[in-house]
């Protein structure tokens, strides 16, 4: 081999190794960056992620005006009842409320699985809140997190698609009798970015994490 084929063999291998370096640290960067949370399997074709808090540790206080009126205190469900919580992206995602709906329409169903109360967040005003609550007939009550207090504080605003803001995601949380979180799925963010869930698998969820 040539000086020159040897220096240009020697130029090669250190673009090689700096490049490679490169890649790994920008893997490194980008990964440090995203929620700290881990990929469940679930029903069906419905994959999600688990942020935290989540299943095991307490839930944290949740107080907020809802659109039933008065303001939402979760814990005083504390010893009583299960209480799903389901944050979602609000006015802008009307697949957010087609789920809503489902819901609504399927309400028995929910409390015959051990679901107690079901409540919604999102982080739009209260006023809009109770008016699109009233076109989508729902009775459970839709809380206004104005400000993303709430939101940041659970974490559900870190599963949600690109340029949302604040705004939540698609996450269920479910909050037991005693106070703490039996299960939670955030649908929201990757690797779907899912923004309606039916409710049989939703149920089947529930069940599954409500068994004695």
Known sequence: MTGKSAKASGFTVRVLL???VTVVG???LIGSCQPKSSLAATTGNY???VGSPGPGERALPLILPATTGGNFNLASYRGKQNV???FQEGLTCQPCWD???SIEKDNAKFHAVGIGLIASITTDPLNLLKQKAQDEGLTFPVLSDQGARYSTAWK??????????NRDGHSFILVGKNGRILWRADYGGAPKYTMYVPDDVLLTELRAHLKP
């Open 156 to 165: 559900t605003n870190r599963y949600q698609m690109m340029g949302m803001g």
């Open 18 to 20: 700096v490049s490679g």
């Open 99 to 101: 789920q809503a709906a």
């Open 84 to 86: 799903l919580l389901y």
């Open 47 to 49: 994959p999600y992620a």
């Open 26 to 28: 920008l893997y490194l």
